[in-house]
């Protein structure tokens, strides 16, 4: 079981990122420029004792914590992935590499109707890209067996702030999820998105974001520090099937970034959680039947 940490790169831009087998996580992404897109927490444990703090974790086959005897996000970002062999890739315009992970690998953290004597059967492949100036990241989940499953799936992106510049709106913020239905973890209301989305001053930032009728694909404009602004497009399919992508945007803050042991104190200046997810709405995975969810990240 391999732990130490796979590095690709793109010959041809000098782009490149860094992969835990634990989890599948994507812990840093380098442009053509040397620029760092991902946050990755100072303290972070990178033994495989628990998530890593930062990058990219897997939240599958939930989002959060509904079951309590389930892991928080589930438990792909708490078991060792393999590499497809000889899935790694290096041409003109992208470079990248698979990983993988069946259900009858995961060891940690099992719960509910995922729990060792389940009868589900699944398989999860995941496929990182880097171009010149950005990258995808793409997750299949198969349902091997026959019985259908619900799921949902969430690509939890910690984005480096440039400059400490967290908590200025003017420089950091999120541009795309107007008109989305908000569901705010911290104060409990309900409201509809109609402005671009700041990290207050004082408060802890923990929302989800359900897009209105008929809008599919999640399409950000992410400013994260001074003229550092990435686009953030995001979509899923169940069995060919189009569906909604939902986006969560986070940041801990003093209080919580206090309380996080893998969390530096004051390093809620320098990141934001922006994540996309297929969080409402999802179709049961039928047996025999596959799920696709993607996004794509792009200097602007
Ligand atoms: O980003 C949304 C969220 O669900 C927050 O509520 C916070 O818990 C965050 O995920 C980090 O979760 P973790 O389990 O990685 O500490």
Redesign the pocket.
């Known amino acids: 079981m391999s732990s130490s940490p796979i590095t690709i790169k793109h010959t041809k831009s000098g782009a490149e990122c860094t992969i835990f087998p634990y989890g599948a996580h994507v812990t840093s992404v380098k442009s053509a420029e040397g620029k760092e897109l991902l946050f990755l927490s100072k303290d972070a444990i990178l033994d495989g004792s628990k ?1 890593i ?1 930062g990058g990219i ?1 897997l939240c599958f086959p939930q ?2 914590q509904p079951d309590k005897s389930m892991p ?2 589930g438990f792909l970002r708490n078991n060792y992935w393999k590499e497809v062999e000889n899935s790694r890739f290096d041409n003109d315009e992208s470079a990248g590499i698979s990983m993988e992970l069946s259900l009858k690998d995961v060891v940690n953290s099992r719960g509910g109707k995922w729990d060792t004597d389940t009868k589900l059967d699944a398989k999860c492949t995941y496929t990182v890209k880097i171009l010149p100036d950005g990258f995808t990241t793409t997750i299949c989940m198969y349902n091997l067996g026959e019985e259908s499953f619900n799921f949902q799936v969430l690509l ?1 992106n910690y984005f480096l702030v440039q400059g400490r510049m967290a908590l200025n709106g003017d420089v950091c913020n999120v541009k795309g999820l107007e008109g989305y239905a908000v569901d705010d ?1 911290v104060s409990g209301e309900k409201y509809v998105c109609d402005k671009p989305v700041t990290v207050p001053q004082k408060l802890i930032i ?1 929302r989800v974001y359900d897009p209105p009728k008929e809008t599919i694909d999640l399409n950000l404009t992410i400013s994260a520090g001074k003229s550092n602004n990435l686009s953030l497009t995001a979509s899923g399919e169940v069995d060919g099937k189009p569906v909604s992508v939902s986006g ?1 945007v ?1 940041n ?1 803050h003093e209080q ?1 970034a206090q309380a ?1 042991g893998d969390f530096g104190d004051d390093q809620y200046h320098d990141m934001i ?1 922006c ?1 996309p997810g297929l969080l409402k709405g999802v179709p049961l995975l039928e047996g025999g039947k596959q799920a696709t969810f993607t996004q794509t990240i792009k200097c602007l």
């Open positions: 998530a703090r974790p989002f959060g928080q996000h939890h973890k923990d969560v986070w801990p919580k996080m959680c994540e």
